[in-house]
Every structure is written in C-alpha cells, then in structure tokens.
C-alpha cells in the first residue's frame, strides 16, 4: 500500500507495524487528547483515534492513515500516562491484583471511507509488592505507558498472571485486526 501514514509517536506501534511488514511514515497529531465529559470510558479511545487521524487528513488528504488510542481502564476509571514516579506508583498499586480493561481505539482513514473500531482485552494482575512496584518504576521508567506499565517489559512477566484477549492490543495495536482491515 501507498502512502499509509501512521499517525503515532509510539514506539510499540511503530515497532507492531514494522513486524507485519507494512511501509509506512510516521506523522503525529499534537491534538488535545481530552474527550467529553459525558463519554464513557469504553467510548474515549476511538474518539481520540478518529481526532487524530482527521487532524492528519487535514494535512495529507490523498494518503492512508492508521490512528490509535489506548487505555487502560479499571473500573470506571481511565488511567492515563503517569506524569511522574509516585502517580506511576498508584496507578501500579491500583492495578495490583485486580483485573482491568486495555481497550485501543484504532481509526483507519482513507479517502474513501473511514473505518473506526476498538479492541478490548482484559488483564489479570497478579498482587505486586511495594519493592516490585518500586523495582519496576525505577528500572523501565513507564511514563509514556497507559496505566503505567508495558506487558512487554519485566512488569508484564512477572506481574500478569493471565490476559483474556489480544496480547498485542495490550502493547498498543491489535495488529492483527488492523491487518485484517487495512486495505490492500
């Protein structure tokens, strides 16, 4: 395909793209990533998606482009990106054997048409100790991580017990349901 854009800052989505053999350029949206306050939560990541994609329709109307959104989702609440060591310590201790949602809302736009989904997965968090939670932060810094933490990293091998869902949804991009979709 040409001129797919992938409108991502995200190593991991860079890297999942890589992987399944796709050319592709980088582009990223710097959109405001608030969304309504009467949204629920399971709603929030295709918005944002859908955002950052138009955003970068606006500039390359002719190409392809593939947008996503995750979060991680406990309860009712959306956690975020930490923005510091101890907000990644609550979140981690929040997490702490209890299971939540990782749901990547993904937005593919073509001149022709717009394709917006979302791929949920449900994560089963082992109890974590204080000097895990510790451990982790300090070593694999996870600020740029929804929820504070990579499953891919050493907090994914040592602290996940299961995962009911797409394993790469939770790094970022079901890549597989994007393939599915992509068009050809």
Not at 56 to 70: F, G, K, N, R, Y
Not at 105 to 130: H, M, N, Y
Not at 151 to 168: F, L, P, R, T
Request: charged share 20%; glycine share 6%.
């Amino acid at each position: 395909m040409n001129n797919l854009i992938v409108a991502s800052q995200s190593p991991r989505r860079k890297q999942l793209m890589e992987a399944a053999g796709y050319s592709f350029k980088i582009v990223v949206s710097n959109i405001d990533e608030t969304s309504p306050e009467s949204m629920l939560g399971e709603e929030v990541p295709e918005y944002l998606a859908h955002q950052k994609a138009l955003a970068i329709a606006a500039l390359h109307p002719e190409s392809t482009i593939l947008a996503a959104d995750t979060i991680v989702l406990l309860g009712n609440e959306i956690l975020g990106k930490p923005i510091d060591s101890a907000d990644a310590f609550a979140m981690l201790q929040m997490l702490s054997g209890k299971v939540h949602r990782v749901i990547t809302g993904v937005c593919i736009w073509t001149p022709k048409a717009t394709d917006l989904f979302s791929v949920q997965t449900e994560v089963f968090f082992r109890p974590l100790t204080l000097d895990q939670i510790h451990y982790y932060i300090t070593h694999y810094k996870p600020f740029d991580k929804a929820g504070s933490y990579a499953i891919q990293e050493w907090i994914g091998m040592i602290g996940i017990e299961k995962i009911n869902g797409d394993y790469y949804n939770v790094m970022g991009l079901p890549i597989g349901e994007v393939t599915k979709r992509l068009p050809k």
